[in-house]
């Protein structure tokens, strides 16, 4: 009897603690937000923060029309971010819920003059978690950039997000998420990156990096440059086009190459200074070549893997130069050696002269893989 009442007493304590939580509202009580943009205010040194909400409508309501849009944009100025959020709520007859938050866009002049205090604010908030991804809208308003609809995907963010978890793209851009760039930030060479985009004719379009040190925006990789500052850092690389210029049988020759990827084997010397040694192999698929009538053979096939050992060493060695005039490292190289060997580290002054008087010695073994070609190389016509 006594154990019973104990139990029942303890049953009674525990029951409201178990029921009660603080936060907790309806949904009808919550406005999500699934993307957010930051751009400087009409104030100097103020912010103006754009939300976008999606309409939740009910699946019976038959005087909804199909083309509806499926989501609201609103905007607020405040002398910091948090002030204007909260004249953001004050707009809103629910709360504000940053729990489904996906993209965070910022306007390049923000991420020139601001981000440190932007990324500290997405840091701080706990309701934001820290896989958003992150992004910097040139050219143009990040509140323009989010309030875009895409005839592809009604809702801005979500566009945004399934374009970076997509599982193929070209090779011009890479996603970054909050916790990502903190990370390398954090890291010895304090930089990190941030994938562009612009609005260009009305459609979105995502490449390109902005590089960031010390939450400062140093330069821009364009194009294929991203691609090998990718390999760099994550050591593969791909799917990939390239498009090069060859001569053929006295004849000048575009080839253009698909479903390019690379691997790096990265090591080096403990020189003074100190000297990398980069192996990459390859491979790709021939797609177009500017004549029809010239036909891939051995000859041909050889002369396009030379020339794509040429381009991509030549497309690394500008990247490491870029970089290296910036003296800017955003691919950890010095945070492993750091990590692994403290003392050779310390030796090689690496934040004012180390990375940029490192030196590169680089090997690249291409080859194509599939020539797309539906015949055998050396088939010959027999008989009639």
């Known amino acids: ?84 959020i909260g004249n953001l709520e004050a707009n809103t007859p629910t709360v504000l819920f940053l729990g489904h938050l996906k993209v965070v866009t910022i306007s390049e002049a923000v991420a020139r003059e601001s981000l440190k205090e932007v990324i500290d604010l997405l840091d701080r908030t706990p309701e934001i978690a820290n896989q958003i ?61 941030i994938p562009l985009a612009k609005i260009v004719e009305g459609d979105i379009r995502i490449e390109n990096m902005a590089v960031f040190q010390d939450h400062r925006l140093v330069t821009k990789l364009l194009d294929d440059e991203v691609a090998m500052s990718r390999l760099m850092k994550r050591k593969e690389v791909g799917p990939m086009n390239y498009t090069i210029d060859i001569e053929h049988e006295s004849e000048a020759l575009k080839v253009a190459l698909s479903r390019i990827s690379l691997k790096v084997d990265i090591d080096f010397e403990k020189t003074d200074p100190i000297k990398y040694h980069l192996e990459i192999k390859g491979g790709g698929e021939v797609v177009e070549l500017s004549t029809a009538e010239i036909r891939l053979s051995k000859e041909l096939i050889l002369k396009i893997n030379e020339k794509m050992n040429e381009e ?16 800017v490292e955003p691919w950890l190289m010095g945070h492993r050696i750091w990590a692994n060997n403290y003392q050779f580290f310390d030796t090689l002054n690496w934040e004012e002269t180390g990375w940029q008087q490192t030196e590169f010695e680089i090997s690249v073994d291409f080859k194509v893989e599939m020539t797309g070609q539906r015949a055998l190389l050396e088939k010959e016509k027999i008989g009639r």
């Open 312 to 327: 991509i060493e030549e497309e690394l060695r500008d990247v490491i130069a870029k970089m290296q005039e910036k003296n």
């Open 1 to 84: 009897m006594k154990k019973l009442r104990i139990f029942i007493m303890l049953v009674i304590v525990v029951a409201p603690l178990l029921g009660c939580v603080e936060d907790s509202r309806e949904i009808d009580h919550r406005s999500m937000i699934v993307g957010l943009s930051i751009d400087q205010g009409e104030e100097e040194g103020s912010y103006a923060v754009t939300i976008q909400i999606p309409l939740l409508r009910s699946t019976t309501d038959e005087g909804a029309s199909p083309m509806d849009k499926e989501f609201e944009v609103f905007t607020a100025e405040g002398e910091t971010l948090w002030d204007a």
């Open 133 to 193: 991804y992150l992004l910097i809208i040139e050219e143009g308003s990040a509140e323009e950039f989010i309030a875009l609809e895409s005839p592809l995907v009604n809702l801005p963010a979500l566009y945004l997000n399934r374009f970076f978890q997509a599982d193929q793209k070209v090779g011009r851009t890479t996603d970054v998420k909050l916790f990502q760039f903190i990370r390398d930030m954090n890291m010895i060479s304090r930089a990190s990156v």
